[in-house]
């Protein structure tokens, strides 16, 4: 397979930076969630030997709610909020159970949002729910599989002729005409309130794992599209008490907003333009804003690569080394454990290895974000049909 990998090192990390951010509230409501539980971490013994590190980790967000992705903790805990804001409830103590009291108030509230198709299934799914409605908006190119996600939750949805930036540009308009909520993932000037919940949401993640491992990473490598997941990560693994990871943001070569605007170097996030990867979830132009300023202080590396790569983890992950678990992980999710064989296994980014500082004593961590979401292309990078 033929790889492109980049990585260079953060001019504008910030070792003092200090945010104060709380994950209870949000793990307090997920618990409420029906069907919730945490999605396993998994430790894979024999890859990690074969590439000569100590611990590989890989937290499995293909078993979240059954919905295949993690996009649905942001999305969950945004809108009620959203919601209880909107019913003037205590925003503290929020549970599902609460919200539920209240359907028939809120059964023509219309939450609204862009998407590849993750984070749509998740404002859909969670609108059902809570008893009101969703109308998604997706970029063009989307699968058909997944516009059939969103509408199987019974959202209104359509495919634009847009790309994922203009489309969430749509998506705002069609809310301010309409009087719906926007419950958009990525954050700028003026709309920082809801993809700011939304991170806080993601932070379960991190919450399950401090009760899963007990031991800790002495790296994290996330995969980012707008950055709110990256970002939260961070935020999260930073501000515990414990030695700090080095954190590196991995982003596709065809779709590279953080690292295109770290080479630009004036300290602002910029458009990149044209779209180009197979990786649709991560297919973004435009960093978040409130991403960019957490990821710009503490992430270590930025890193890229093409989508060979990404084939290449989905393959690593369906087919285990020997006892090792097997993870079903689309495009998206496995990006960042191509990334790690790349680097360790291929003589070509030794020096990336060793800027990375990843030998015998490393414990990796990841999080393979989604399952098999697009099914099609996960059959044909797997040789399945
Ligand atoms: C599977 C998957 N992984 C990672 C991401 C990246 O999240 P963000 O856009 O917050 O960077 C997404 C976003 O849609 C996704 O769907």
């Known amino acids: 397979m033929n790889y492109q990998i980049d990585c260079v090192s953060n001019p504008f990390k910030d070792h003092n930076f200090n945010l104060d951010w709380s994950s209870e509230s949000a793990f307090h409501f997920h618990q409420s969630l029906p069907g919730y539980k945490p999605t396993p971490l998994w430790q894979l013994k024999n890859f990690s030997k074969s590439i000569g590190i100590n611990q590989c980790l890989v937290k499995d967000e293909s078993h979240r709610l059954n919905l295949n992705a993690f996009k649905v903790l942001g999305a969950s805990y945004a809108m009620a909020i959203e919601i209880a804001k909107y019913l003037k409830l205590d925003l503290n103590n929020l549970t599902y159970e609460i919200i539920k009291k209240h359907s028939e108030q809120i059964k023509n509230l219309t939450f609204t949002t862009a998407t590849d198709g993750n984070h749509g299934r998740a404002v859909a799914w969670s609108a059902k729910q809570f008893g009101c409605k969703a109308m998604i908006y997706m970029p063009k190119g989307t699968s058909k599989i997944r516009l059939d996600a969103v509408l199987e939750n019974n959202a209104l949805a359509e495919i634009t002729d847009f790309n994922y930036d203009e489309t969430v540009t749509l998506s705002e308009d069609k809310a301010l005409e309409n009087s719906w909520i926007l419950l958009q993932d990525s954050s700028w000037k003026g709309y920082e309130e809801v993809p700011q919940n939304i991170m806080v949401g993601y932070s379960t993640m991190v919450t399950e794992l401090m009760d899963q491992y007990s031991d800790w990473p002495t790296h994290v490598i996330v995969q980012a599209g707008v950055g709110s997941f990256a970002a939260a990560i961070l935020i999260n693994m930073f501000n515990q008490s414990k030695p700090k990871p080095k954190l590196i943001i991995l982003e596709p070569k065809g779709a590279a907003c953080f690292y295109n605007s770290i080479k630009i170097g004036d300290g602002n996030p910029h458009l990149t333009k044209e779209l180009n990867t197979k990786m649709a979830g991560l297919s973004c132009g435009m960093p978040s804003l409130l991403a960019w300023n957490i990821i710009k202080e ?9 989508d060979n790569v990404a084939f290449k983890g989905m393959q690593i992950c369906a087919q285990p080394i020997e006892d090792d ?16 064989h790349a680097v360790c296994s291929n003589s070509d980014y030794g020096h990336i290895k060793k800027d990375l500082d990843l030998n015998e004593s490393s414990n990796v961590l990841f999080f393979s974000t989604e399952g098999n979401t697009d099914p099609d292309l996960y059959r044909r990078v797997l040789n399945l049909e």
């Open 298 to 306: 503490l992430s270590d590396y930025f890193a890229i690569c093409n």
């Open 325 to 340: 678990q097997k993870i079903v992980s689309g495009e998206s999710g496995a990006v960042p454990i191509g990334f790690l």
